[in-house]
């Protein structure tokens, strides 16, 4: 099997945890929409949800300074640990990360006064749960306010995936491509409804999309942040008997289309949501 095939993620390795920054690439477009957006005042108690290595967790409590306090919550502890060794060098006084699920806030009814996320909403295990707890925890006029990319994601990739599976007749894997696409990035319609269901009003939807760029294909199937944070999954798409060729085939054809085009390009549309309790 080739080589960036044969790659797996290194995520529940510490001394992967301790290099990794996906803030220029991948986070930061996202979070500084985000930050536009936030509520600025003094004595608020803000909760970020999916706060991973602590952006925009501790760029939030250093805005809005120290009559605030800001908590991360996130199930995954490594990055947490990682978050606490910034906020320790940092010498921050009003953040702090608690390991745990959206689906179950440690905390107390109409406690915060925003909520935020920064492309943590879409990965949760049960997003109906997850907005229900938000509501829970937040006060009348808070501010729920988050990022998510939307369904058409690197589509210049999935279309051609898509694309090789149907000359395979493979309906099996063609709907766990689609399911794969639902399951992280839902429709802005349903979220909107989830959102109404659960007492946010929705104030404002700013849609808004930047580029990957790449070479090639094989730049982008050999890129870091590709080969350890979404080939795993894009591989679980294609049958295992299949797996080499389909890649090969799709690889071949988006270096043809790079090669017409100059480069790859892999679109990231995405929205900033921003939402009152009512």
Not at 21 to 32: K, N, R
Not at 208 to 228: G, P, Q, W
Not at 250 to 261: D, G, I, T, Y
Request: net charge neutral.
């Amino acid at each position: 099997m080739k080589e960036y095939l044969v790659s797996k993620s290194y995520t529940f390795n510490k001394d992967f945890i301790s290099i990794i920054d996906e803030l220029p690439l991948w986070a930061a477009p996202f979070g500084l929409k985000l930050l536009e957006k936030l509520k600025i005042g003094r004595n608020l108690k803000v909760l970020d949800i999916g706060s991973g290595t602590g952006f925009p967790l501790l760029e939030i409590a250093q805005r809005l300074g120290e009559t605030s306090v800001i908590y991360g919550i996130d199930p995954w502890l490594d990055v947490l640990n990682r978050a606490q060794l910034k906020i320790a060098n940092y010498r921050i006084k009003n953040a702090a990360v608690i390991s745990g699920y959206a689906e179950e806030l440690p905390f107390s009814k109409s406690y915060f006064d925003v909520i935020v996320s920064n492309n943590g909403i879409n990965n949760v295990e049960d997003l109906n749960k997850t907005i229900s707890e938000c509501r829970r925890v937040s006060k009348k006029g808070a501010q729920f306010l988050f990022t998510m990319n939307l369904d058409k994601s690197m589509m210049e990739f999935y279309n051609v995936l898509k694309d090789e599976l149907e000359k395979e007749s493979d309906s099996i894997s063609l709907d766990r491509l689609e399911k794969h696409i639902y399951e992280k990035r839902r429709p802005l319609s349903e979220i909107k409804m989830i959102l109404n269901e659960n007492h946010f009003e929705v104030k404002e939807v700013i849609e808004d999309k930047f580029y990957l760029r790449f070479a090639d294909a094989t730049t982008m199937f050999n890129h870091s942040f590709i080969k350890y944070w979404f080939l795993d999954n894009w591989k679980k798409i294609a049958p295992v008997r299949n797996t080499e060729l389909i890649f090969d085939r799709v690889k071949s054809r988006l270096n043809s289309l790079a090669e017409e085009q100059g480069e790859l390009k892999l679109s990231i549309p995405f929205a900033v949501i921003n939402c009152t309790k009512l």
